[in-house]
């Protein structure tokens, strides 16, 4: 039986993580699927590798959500919503608001910045707002002394989703680490002071400037009636946008633990010398881009310590300690599991298994 052989364009759409953007079909929510985002609250991170970021202090606040309202027939399951909670419409100049995800340097160096055969890159999402009019984009350096590009796009028609495509220029002049820090930011504008708007839009790469930074930006927060949607976030290598690349659920969750991880449910532990003090004792889901800062998400929940003389439920926890290869928290709970018995084992029972007891971030 004779074989065909199968052109080999036919696997040109097929290359696999061609996407530089992680999690851009808005899918992996470990944190939790709601966020109320504010000055007070900080710059806060909310789905998987996406990120609010205050520019000065902001009147306005969000809720940002994991939505179901996606395009139809496109394939997706889930977009990242913006949801004005409180208003801002007279916005400080120096005040503004994005949605922003970070890349890894060593993820980048076959786009060969600062060389003249630099790559140019395509960017494209879906977007959705009741806001219609200019919306602004941004790119920028962080190793290149903050060298960036800005990019105007327009919802057109309001709420209704619509494809942006944005062609961005190579960088010959720019510079990449080949490290793990952020090589690259890409920066949703969702409101921007006269600051950012006073000067011409970055159009091509060029030193940072703040009033080329968002020319023509819209106010989303001037009114609690608006919402911004966003999903199906592509870059890619090239001149064209391709269709967007699904990545199976396991190989899409397993890169966005290298930058955060939530454990909960049954973990061992040992007791220290100090018998009010225990380790626990975990393997990291995976390995992560550096030493995680090391947190308690949820102290109010209850857990159990079962072992030894004595048990205990609700004990109070506090301190962290942590490496990139393996996770530790040592904790003070102000009861005597073994006041003669140091170095035997317990078990820390966390009893809500849907939500997250510790967590790990080693986020850009």
Known sequence: MAISKIPSAGFQDNVKFRNIIINGDMSIAQRGTSFSCSNSSGDTY??????????????????????????????FAKSLKVDVAT??????????????????????????????????????????????????????????????????YTISSANTWEKKTISVPADTGGTINNDNGAGLNITWWLSAGTDYQSGSLASTWQSYSNGDSAVGQVNLADSTSNEWYITGVQLEAGTTA??????????????????????????????????????????????????????????????????????????????????????????????????????????????????????MDAEL
């Open 46 to 75: 909310t789905l998987d590798r996406f990120e609010y970021i205050d520019v000065d202090t902001p009147d306005s606040v969000y809720t940002i959500t994991q939505d179901t309202d996606v395009p139809s027939g496109q394939g």
């Open 242 to 359: 391709s269709d967007f690349e699904f990545l199976p659920h396991d190989v899409n969750l397993n890169r966005c633990l290298r930058y955060f991880q939530g454990i909960n449910g049954a973990i061992n532990m040992h007791q220290t010398s100090n018998a009010s003090a225990a380790i626990v004792h975990f393997s990291l889901q995976q390995n992560m881009r550096a030493t995680p800062t090391m947190a308690i998400a949820n102290q109010t929940a209850n857990i159990g310590v079962f072992g030894g003389n004595n048990d205990a439920i609700n004990p109070s926890i506090s301190g962290a300690k942590s490496t990139s290869t393996y996770g530790s928290c040592e904790y003070t709970h102000g009861q005597n599991f073994h006041s003669d018995s140091a170095g035997e084992s317990q078990i820390l029972i966390y009893n809500d298994f849907g939500t997250t007891f510790f967590t």
């Open 87 to 152: 208003a801002d419409a007279s916005l400080d100049s120096s005040d503004g608001t994005q949605i922003e995800t970070k890349i890894e340097g060593q993820n980048l160096q076959y786009l060969n910045f600062g060389n003249s055969s630099a790559k140019s890159l395509t960017l494209s999402f879906w977007v959705k707002s009741n806001k219609t009019g200019t919306y602004v984009v941004r790119l920028l350096e962080p190793d290149a002394s903050s060298r960036m590009t800005s990019f105007a």
